[in-house]
């Protein structure tokens, strides 16, 4: 539908498309990204019924960072963008563990079950690496006139004729691990163009609540000297005559933020959960009692850890009785446990992976 919409620019399609934008981004949206909850069908649930252990298939999330990618090229508004970030670091990431072997078809928020390498159904297995490989799709869109950068990774790219000229952009950075982005702008001939940075706004669904305040960008330099660019549908826009070697520094705010959940979301009732940057956190029952209360008082540290888990930022705290509390990325849980011995899933179905910590 929204390929149609796009494309033919039928009102009925988008307006058809829009309706159900607004009801799966803001009543049926996990923190995560993810989407389906799964009560009746591999499908969305009621409003607001966001429970746990959802369905939220590895499919729908692919479907989803389509979905919203779609609506970025029809409308070049960087909340399409955001919601994809979110949906892709998080949701779709998570549903791989680490060795990039073994995936989850359902893949809730509390997770007691293992990942699957083989699934009789095998729509995952394809979904998940072919959006994975499009990564150069997400993170940029052109247009005659203007770059789009959506996302934020270390990477070479050629961007064909914009205004002109072909435009390889180098990005250094190690996102979402620091907020520093170090993007050079290599057009083959010097031309005026826009380049169109997307504004980080991590409060997109209306559905949660973060503190403390983590969107915009601190800082943005062009060969050393700040600027401070218009703001056009969520994108920071600087328009000036490229040359090869042009240089933008920029700084993205990475504050360890508290999610809460709407008031008509009964599953995050007296719960919290933590962001830091694109990345949602999770605490696992193999580094401590994951039933214990987060203080709401309580400091959150980021520290990297290189030899854990490929290398993560975690979050490390105390819980509320005094006992040390360290949270992963979402996206890299359950790759400690369980042990073989259960690795179809036969294991006790307490959860050894949660999202939403109680938090009073
Ligand atoms: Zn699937």
Redesign the pocket.
Known sequence: MSDVAMETGDIDYQSAVMSLWDNSVNRKYYVTGGVGSGETSEGFGPDYSLRHNAYC???SSCGEIFFQHKLNLAYRDAKYADLYEETLYNALLGSVDLEGKNFY?QNPLDTYRPRYDWHV?P??VG?IPRVLLMLPTWMYVKDTDSIYINLFVGSTVTIEDVAGTDVELVQKTDYPWSGKVAITVNPVVAKRFNVRIRVPDRDVSELYTATPNSDGITSIAVNGAEVTPTIEKGYATITRQWRAGDKIEMVLPMKVQRVKGSDKIEATSGRVALRRGPLVYNVEQVDQDITEVLDPGAVLTPQWKADLLGGVTVLEGEWADGSPLVAIPNYARANREPSSSDRRGRGPRSARSIVWMKDR
């Open positions: 298939e590895s499919c078809y159904c729509c995952c979904n």
